[in-house]
């Protein structure tokens, strides 16, 4: 059936939430406003306010609330209403999430998922429109999640919610009502596995959020000159599928990298380290990167949409990897 990315984030959540009665899910107006966005509108009259509860303005509390749900045997699954607001509760985050239960012994399991929305959103300016996942990257113990279409959001935000590990799911704002074909029943999708959303054999494009969906559009342009790009999504940040990229740059042995973040120290950089350090005798050329300037977001939307890279700038990066071997 076709459902947009916000509705399967939400039937993902509500068939869990019947399916297992120790998963709780709060956060800012998460209950009788049903979040921000509407994920959760009408979860609190089907779950009741036990299992659906407002917060504080407070994402420290959130954090460390959701925490000790964990610890105590319950399944939170906690929303930060925006990724930039990962940085006031950075310190639970970065520091007890991922490392306590490297810190207290084998049997020490945290099943706590963190679902905040990230990325350019029209406007919404500097401290509303960041993507935190390479801050995120730099923090062992934490799986990082970024869905691109709604049968991934449902299929690994199920997943997310089994597992016993700590979560933090992105959610691209720009993604929430993009439509695709989700099964009715009930399914989910392995943690740390990759997808090729379209194969190719001259240039391997590795595209993270909403530029999955550029690096797609850039591909159509492409095929039209005589290009064929492969479009990678890793859906998983942390664990990262490395052997699918792999297999992808030993066919096509040119790369690209594209994401929303910036540019210095971001995704791509992690990527492009790796992919020299394990691959370099399958590449032919230097990794491109297409990223964000290295600027806070502008608020107006025109100088937002020059900074945050589109089709245009994806496809430029290609022929620049296919200008190197012609």
Not at 71 to 84: I, N, Q, S
Not at 146 to 165: E, F, Q
Request: hydrophobic residues 45%; contains cysteine; glycine residues 8%.
């Amino acid at each position: 059936m076709q459902m947009t990315y916000l509705q399967a984030i939400g039937a993902a959540l509500r068939e869990e939430m019947r399916r297992d009665d120790k998963i709780v899910v709060f956060g800012e107006d998460v209950a009788e406003f049903g979040n921000i966005f509407g994920v959760t509108r009408g979860m609190l009259e089907e779950f009741g306010p036990m299992r659906i509860r407002n917060t504080s303005i407070s994402e420290t509390a959130i954090i460390g609330t959701a925490l000790g749900a964990a610890v105590t045997g319950l399944r939170p699954v906690a929303e930060l209403m925006y990724a930039d607001f990962t940085m006031v509760a950075f310190s639970e985050l970065f520091h007890c999430v991922p490392k306590w239960r490297f810190m207290h012994g084998a049997d020490y399991r945290l099943p706590l998922v963190v679902r905040c929305a990230m990325g350019s959103s029209f406007g919404a300016g500097a401290e509303h429109s960041n993507c935190v996942e390479s801050l995120f990257m730099h923090a062992p113990g934490m799986t990082i999640i970024c869905p691109t279409t709604p049968y991934d959001a449902k299929g690994l935000l199920k997943s997310a919610i089994r597992s016993d590990n700590p979560i933090l799911f992105c959610e691209h704002k720009q993604l929430y009502q993009t439509k695709g074909e989700v099964p009715e029943g009930d399914y989910a999708i392995p943690i740390g596995v990759a997808d090729v959303k379209r194969p190719g054999k001259d240039v391997t494009v590795i595209a993270v959020g909403l530029m999955v969906r550029r690096a797609l559009e850039a591909a159509e342009l492409l095929e039209k000159e005589g290009i064929s790009v492969e479009v990678i999504d890793p859906r998983t940040l942390v664990p990262f599928d490395k052997e699918t990229v792999f297999n992808s740059l030993r066919k096509t042995h040119h790369v690209v990298v594209a994401e929303e973040s910036n540019k210095t120290a971001g995704i791509g950089a992690e990527l492009a380290a790796m992919l020299q350090e394990e691959m370099y005798d399958e590449l032919d050329g230097p990794i491109g990167r297409v990223a964000a300037l290295d600027v806070p977001m502008p608020y107006n939307i025109s100088l937002e949409k020059y900074v945050i890279p589109d089709a245009a700038k994806i496809a430029e990066a290609v022929r620049a990897q296919v200008a190197r071997y012609q």
